[in-house]
């Protein structure tokens, strides 16, 4: 069977109010589908993508003409089946994907944000998303699911909208950043404002800030991995020579592999979508709401079902204990597996058995208790 795949945008015509107190008129959100609503509206699946993912989950994605980002995860006949469920799947507010984000036209004076473009949370994300479930006449969500910023949106859900789902599946994820986070995100915020030609924000009609953005890709997909796979991938293996060049050119294959993320990002990704985004994970904590994660998650009918991997170490297995500690005060539904493996943060988008094998079962446990 061959995947349905259904292209809308989100039109908010009212003004939608962020967490800064600033407003947006004329708001956007541009969303995928995949498969179908069934008659009574219970197989719907709303998939949430990480800091640089987009709405092209599953498929082709059509700027790229690469794979989706979780295409290994989501179709027919896969863990996701797009047979049964109705896959849904969002660009953030503030992206750079069709969604209204710095590099979007203002409505009147049909010139870029830029800077002027008001700070965001993953929380407004989130309302935006619910807004869309609500124009889908979706009552209530089969699943939640999302890895990275992706799994924040997840947690986000279940802590503002819990009426609203039956079940949330945080994927390599944590209930706030950590300083070490915080501080990869700020070098690579610097990097971009370094960058002649970044104009504060102003470099639509001129030249973009590549060099900038590139140098923050390469310092944020060294966080992605692991030593341990980077040492198996690369080593300290050349590039194209069995001796050093004695100059600053690309003599290791790591060095190559790094600029190739650096200039293939810049290709699809806007520079000032990166500093609102990356800002918005900052900002996020539910531990600092009145009450602490306890309260956050208290009397919740959610069933949760965590994911960690064990080389994970930009948000490692403990910062997710730490929420399954405040559920189970709280007599949750709460699973947990912690997938061993050596590739690093990145494992949630890869072939990773173990995590396919178990998410599987889940999800089959919910469509048994949830008789959709």
Avoid at 151 to 156: D, I, P, R, S
Avoid at 165 to 176: D, F, H
């Amino acid at each position: 069977m061959k995947l349905k795949i259904e292209s809308e945008v989100l039109k908010f015509k009212k003004l939608v109010r962020l967490d800064s107190g600033k407003r947006i008129n004329s708001c956007e959100i541009a969303f995928k589908t995949y498969g179908n609503l069934n008659k009574n509206k219970t197989n719907a699946i709303l998939v949430c993508h990480a800091l640089s993912g987009d709405q092209y989950c599953a498929g082709m994605n059509p700027h790229t003409n690469k794979k989706g980002w979780w295409n290994v995860l989501i179709g027919p006949g896969k863990v996701i089946d797009t047979n049964i469920f109705f896959v849904i799947c969002s660009n953030v507010l503030g992206g750079c994907m069709g969604s209204t984000g710095p590099s979007s036209l203002k409505p009147k004076t049909k010139t870029r944000y830029g800077l002027q473009f008001p700070v965001i949370t993953i929380s407004d994300m989130v309302r935006l998303q619910e807004k869309l479930i609500t124009y889908l006449g979706i009552k209530k969500l089969f699943a939640v699911i999302g890895g990275s910023m992706g799994g924040m949106q997840v947690l986000e859900w279940a802590a503002k909208f819990n009426n609203k789902i039956n079940a949330a599946i945080p994927i390599a994820t944590s209930y706030r950043h950590s300083a070490q986070n915080i501080a990869f995100h700020e070098i690579g915020r610097q990097a971009i404002m370094a960058d002649p030609f970044w104009n504060r924000g102003n470099y639509y009609k001129k030249k973009i800030p590549k060099g900038g953005l590139s140098v923050a890709r390469m310092i944020a997909h060294i966080t992605y991995l692991s030593e341990t796979a980077l040492q198996r991938k690369f080593g300290r293996n050349l590039q194209n020579s069995d001796f050093f060049s004695f100059d600053f050119d690309t003599d290791f294959q790591i060095e190559s592999y790094l600029k190739h993320q650096g200039s293939s990002f810049v290709e699809r990704f806007d520079a000032n979508s990166y500093l609102y985004i990356t800002k918005a994970m900052d900002y996020f904590d539910l531990s600092a709401n009145k009450g602490g994660l306890a309260k956050v998650f208290k009397n919740t009918n959610v069933k949760f079902c965590f994911f960690t991997f064990t080389s994970d170490w930009l948000f490692p297995t403990s910062e997710t204990k730490t929420i399954i500690k405040s559920l189970n005060s709280s007599n949750s539904m709460v699973s947990f597996v912690e997938v061993k493996t050596d590739k690093g943060h990145d494992a949630f988008l890869l072939d990773e058995p173990e995590f396919h094998a178990t998410l599987k079962g889940f999800i089959e446990g919910q469509i048994t208790q949830q008789k959709i």
